[in-house]
């Protein structure tokens, strides 16, 4: 059996003026970044064409070891669809370095669903993640600048700063750190930190601002800390914003690329679903719907995370209509869900299927919050046995949901021409049955009860002290109106990533809150959750790399 990488390699990719010209993008519009990517200007995008097309979600189960190929199957789905008539483009994330060379060695889809050039999206792409690491940092030496300042100090209270830097990559040992040492000439000391980029405010800036202006207003509207009398002191008060909107002048165009079929996908924005909001950005999921009938989207992890915030945030602040929503299961996820060891995953056992439903049920709750009805997709190993299978098809008939046996991996596009039957007649039925969980306007602790009793499934919610106190100061800001962008692990429904299946009675604790006053959302972090990840014991990194005519090999 081929790698993805093998396969990627193997692919005939197509010029990515083709690609554009399948969109419907005029050759001469888009800005080629050398043959098979090409960043596409917002000034194509058509907010009447956006209204009236078809908006389509792929979410998941409570993700395990075992991967469940949400992207893989985004992508399939996709390309099913352009297979039976219906132009379709794939809007995702771009991956990040910190998962690529730490537990994922890869996240361009597999098998033959697979988006191409699969080493370059995996790796540097277009520099997106690179400028946006070069923003958020400027604002971080603009803000010890100041400090160091003796004609245009603000009166920064050094103990107030909330803006830590950032990189690229899984790194513990930053998270945590002390600047500032060495003297006088060096800076003020402080104790500080790093954060993975793709939980930085600017990411999630980057993601939701719709043109230039409205980017530098946002940066502009980044909280960074106090002043020694109490008062706010925002980025626009260190006329940090033109500069780093400029650094973002080229990130902010989506990026135009392919499936391993052919079909145009257009990959913009990485933020994660864990720590961040966890979708693309909207202008690319715009430029998608300026140019296809149908656009297939996915969020980060499962529907207690990214779904939840694609509806309440991207969906509410975009104007966005969902019209239907896949959730992809499979039978390893469910088995480990229902109590079975990751080293038995591979041997048939329909009893821990069975017990491991009662997590699927779950997010087919969360997703009829929000008033729509999910197709579930099990996506299928080859490793999984008919009876296996049969019990998750019987289970969802039951219920009345829709369900759909799918093989992307192997077989792409035809792998799921069922469910492209299905999803594309839900799409088209669906014209605005879509409405959010909670309104900006209710109090700041009702909106993330609401997220954590009907989303997670708690009985409630325990602040920390130091939460308490940042509430405070969100109520003293006129920040309340915000949505909520909860950090959670992504293990479990719950805020333990011990708990598996659906836990219950459970209490889910918010041990600090960070306000994004430039993107214009709170972020209550519950239980031990970090925005700077780790490397795992064996990293990925270690199996990647490339000989002397440049082929690149390890990712999988």
Not at 62 to 77: F, M, N, V, Y
Not at 345 to 364: Q, T
Not at 453 to 478: N, P
Request: hydrophobic share 40%; charged share 25%; net charge neutral.
């Amino acid at each position: 059996m081929k790698s993805d990488i093998e396969i990627a390699q193997e692919a005939k990719m197509r010029p990515i003026i083709e690609i554009a010209r399948t969109l419907g993008v005029p050759e001469d519009e888009i800005i080629p970044y050398g043959k098979y990517k090409a960043k596409i200007p917002l000034k194509l995008i058509d907010e009447n064409k956006v209204k009236n097309n078809k908006l389509i979600l792929v979410t998941a189960i409570t993700p395990t070891p075992a991967g469940e190929g949400k992207t893989t199957t985004s992508i399939g789905l996709t390309q099913a669809m352009n297979q039976i008539g219906k132009k379709t483009t794939v809007v995702l994330r771009e991956p990040s370095l910190g998962p690529v060379f730490g537990i994922k060695g890869g996240a361009a889809g597999g098998g033959y669903s697979q988006v191409l050039p699969m080493e370059e999206i995996n790796l540097h792409f277009t520099g997106d993640i690179a400028a946006v690491e070069k923003a958020h940092n400027l604002l971080a030496a603009l803000i010890d600048n100041n400090l160091q300042s003796k004609s245009r100090n603000l009166g920064i209270d050094p103990r107030t700063i909330r803006w830590k830097r950032v990189m690229d990559m899984n790194e513990r040992a930053l998270r945590k750190i002390v600047i500032g040492l060495g003297g006088t000439t060096e800076g003020i000391p402080r104790e500080s930190g790093f954060d993975i980029t793709a939980a930085s405010e600017v990411m999630a800036i980057l993601c939701l601002s719709k043109d230039i202006n409205d980017l530098k207003e946002k940066l502009g509207n980044i909280y960074i800390g106090d002043t020694w009398e109490g008062k706010p002191v925002f980025a626009r008060d260190l006329k940090a914003q033109g500069a780093m909107a400029a650094l973002l002048k080229d990130a902010i165009m989506p990026n135009l690329v392919q499936t391993i079929e052919g079909n145009p996908a257009i990959i913009h924005g990485g933020p994660f679903a864990n720590i961040a909001q966890g979708t693309n950005s909207i202008v690319a999921t715009k430029m998608a719907l300026t140019f296809s009938d149908y656009v297939v989207t996915e969020a980060g992890f499962a529907s207690d995370l990214g779904a939840e915030k694609f509806f309440n945030i991207k969906s509410q602040i975009a104007g966005l209509f969902p019209n239907a929503t896949v959730l992809v299961a499979t039978v390893k996820a469910l088995k480990y869900h229902g109590g079975a060891k990751l080293a038995d995953l591979s041997i048939p056992n329909p009893a821990a299927v069975e017990k491991g439903l009662e997590n699927l049920d779950k997010h087919i709750e969360n997703l009829s919050f929000f008033n729509l009805k999910p197709t579930v997709a099990i996506n299928r190993f080859h490793t999984d046995s008919d009876e296996e299978l049969q019990v998750i098809k019987k289970h969802c008939q039951q219920l009345g949901v829709d369900v759909s046996v799918i093989e992307v991996w192997e077989k792409g596009g035809k792998g799921a021409l069922e469910l492209a039957e299905i999803v594309a007649k839900k799409a088209d039925s669906c014209k605005t049955c879509f409405k959010p969980l909670y309104d900006f306007d209710w109090k700041v602790e009702q909106k993330i009860e609401t997220i954590a009793t009907k989303m997670y499934g708690a009985a409630g919610v325990e602040y920390s002290l130091k939460a308490r106190q940042t509430l405070q100061k969100i109520y003293e800001l006129g920040f309340d109106k915000f949505p909520i962008c909860m950090a959670k692990t992504q293990k479990s429904l719950s805020d333990d990533p011990a708990k598996k299946g659906r836990p219950r009675d459970f209490i889910v604790n918010i041990r600090e809150i960070e306000i994004a006053a430039g993107a214009g959302f709170i972020i209550p972090i519950a239980g031990t959750i970090m925005r700077m990840p780790g490397l795992p014991d064996i990293p990925s990194a270690e199996l990647i790399d490339i000989d002397n005519n440049g082929n690149i090999s390890g990712l999988f």
